[in-house]
């Protein structure tokens, strides 16, 4: 089946402690993109790729990094210096290219607890 | 000002019943938008875009009024099946596709 894989479901961390969540796609898709969702609030870009071995920041970068090696897979490590880490976090692509929206497809998402 | 703004609801109406979303953003400039539809705890899904002529998908209309910078979203013969929040999205003009998200109105469709 074609889609977008997130692992873990749940992730539990300690404060103090870098995570990496795990993004997955085999759309073939050229884009994706990592967005956090809170409570009361609409999902925020964290970073984003346009292609292979390329990333940027989005609106909330601060705390947050990527790789994106291989077309596949743009993983997301929460690092220490991200204050308020506990959020929903999701994964998204697309087909990617520059003019009118392409539509995203998201993850099923990873829920980070900071205990 | 939020650059996408919805009324959370809740909206609680009766199977059968029609309801209307509205959500207004703020860059005029904007070029493409979306309705995604997001169950409690889950990922969001596209329900529909939206085009400045209207559209309609099912039960479903999408309208956008550029001049007034509001787009809605109108469900008729609602479903309990329907209840979930749903995502008011808008693109704003050029650059990479970047996409802002509404908050977010909650639907509880009841028997």
């Known amino acids: 089946d074609g889609g977008i894989t997130q692992s873990p479901k749940y992730l539990f961390r300690k404060e103090g402690q870098n995570v990496t969540l795990s993004c997955e796609q085999n759309l073939n898709h050229d884009a994706m993109y990592w967005y956090r969702q809170d409570p009361g609030q609409g999902l925020r870009l964290i970073y984003y790729?346009?292609?292979?071995?390329?990333?940027q920041k989005g609106d909330i970068a601060e705390g947050y990094s990527v790789s994106r090696e291989k077309k596949e897979s743009f993983p997301l490590t929460v690092t220490s210096a991200q204050k308020n880490p506990t959020a929903f976090y999701l994964c998204?692509?697309?087909?990617?290219?520059?003019?009118?929206?392409?539509?995203?497809?998201f993850g099923p998402g990873t829920r980070l607890t900071v205990l | 000002r939020k650059e996408v703004e919805q009324d959370p609801g809740p909206f609680n109406v009766p199977e059968g019943a029609t309801v209307a979303f509205n959500c207004t953003y703020s860059?005029?400039?904007?070029?493409?938008f979306f309705w995604y539809r997001q169950d409690c705890r889950k990922e969001p899904k596209l329900l529909m875009s939206?085009?400045?002529s209207g559209n309609e998908d099912g039960r479903f209309t999408a309208q956008l009024n550029r001049a007034s910078q509001y787009i809605s979203l109108l469900i008729r013969d609602s479903k309990l099946s329907d209840s979930a929040t749903y995502l008011c999205v808008v693109k704003p003009s050029g650059g990479y596709n970047k996409l802002i998200f509404g908050a977010g109105t909650r639907l509880a469709v009841h028997p």
């Open positions: 998204a692509s697309s087909k990617g290219g520059s003019g009118r929206a392409d539509t995203q497809y």
């Open positions: 790729s346009q292609i292979v071995n390329d990333f």
């Open positions: 860059n005029s400039a904007s070029q493409s």
């Open positions: 939206v085009y400045s």
